[in-house]
């Protein structure tokens, strides 16, 4: 019995040591007080992990653990000047594509680009900002005009101390940018289309004066998976719409058809990508855009 207790109380030990030092490192990156003139700090920080992230955001936790959270930190900060008060989140999200995502799917249309970390927003009273494997967020109740410049300095003063500022997902870069939507790429975790064998998705919206329409790549382990997953699909597409058209000539594998949501489809694999063009209105035109991305994704390996 009391080698059983000893063993308990050294796991109990390590596992808060371990959650101590993972919130040191998140803390080196609150300014310290005479970084933080004009401010302080109204409230500790707080440390959180995948064990009790829901007793902080409670429903928003799924959303954060399909990205990959790993820890955060939050804490409140109080403007002296002013005494607005603005509650600071810093999550680490384990790399860079789960801290662009999280940040895309918070992302609000109409938000105000700052030059802040690799990629940031600011919509009222919350400013939002993206760095290396973190997501940061700033938010205030307080609608003084004061805030928003509080907000911006702050969120200055962090991402000062964090790591290099990284680049957004390279693979982006292959979609091609006539008729792109603005802001409108998103990294795509898990359940890419609604099927859970679907994982590490980008989309782009795209905008032209015949079509509205949305482009995905899905970025499989190998083309072994790949091609399992494509001839998953195609027969989901059957149970749902149908197949329009099964022998194209376009990468290794490929099928047009329509889908009861998503209208028109057009799904093509390359090697151990499949990329996908729905909602379109002409399939020479999708069937072009998908020969130009598998060219690029060549160029690019």
């Not at 959650?19 to 409230?43: D, M, N, Y």
């Not at 680490?92 to 927003?121: K, Q, T």
């Not at 509080?150 to 091609?176: D, N, V, Y």
């Not at 989901?236 to 022998?247: M, N």
Request: aromatic residues 12%.
């Amino acid at each position: 019995m009391r080698v059983c207790c000893a063993i308990i109380a050294a796991s109990l030990l390590l596992l808060v040591t371990s959650r101590i030092l993972h919130a040191t490192e998140l803390k080196s990156f609150i300014p310290s007080p005479p970084e933080l003139s004009g401010f302080t700090i109204s409230h500790d920080a707080e440390y959180y992990t995948k064990e009790n992230l829901w007793d902080y955001m409670n429903g928003g936790a799924p959303g954060y653990l399909a990205y990959g959270f790993e820890k955060m930190v939050t804490l409140q900060v109080k403007n002296l000047k002013n005494n607005t008060e603005i509650v600071v989140d810093l999550y680490d999200m384990g790399n860079h594509l789960n801290a662009f995502g999280i940040y895309a799917v918070e992302r609000i249309p109409g938000g105000r680009d700052l030059p802040i970390g690799v990629a940031s927003f600011q919509y009222d009273t919350t400013l939002c900002f993206w760095q290396d494997k973190y997501y940061v967020k700033l938010m205030s109740y307080d609608m003084q005009p004061e805030t928003a410049q509080s907000l911006s300095r702050l969120a200055t003063l962090i991402t000062q101390k964090m790591p290099k500022k990284g680049e957004p997902p390279h693979l982006f870069s292959i979609f091609p940018p006539e008729g792109r939507v603005k802001k409108s790429e998103r990294y795509i975790k898990c359940d890419v289309l609604g099927q859970a064998y679907f994982t590490d998705g980008y989309s782009v919206d795209y905008d032209t004066t015949t079509n509205h329409h949305k482009i995905f790549l899905i970025n499989s382990t190998d083309p072994r998976e790949a091609r399992q997953n494509f001839h998953t699909y195609r027969a989901f597409i059957k149970t749902i719409g149908q197949i329009t058209d099964k022998d194209i000539k376009l990468g290794e594998q490929a099928f047009a058809g329509t889908h009861n949501f998503y209208g028109r489809v057009l799904f093509a694999r390359t090697g151990s990508y499949i990329i996908g063009v729905i909602s379109f209105n002409k399939q020479k035109s999708a069937q072009d855009t998908i020969n130009l991305m598998f060219s690029r994704l060549k160029q690019n390996e």
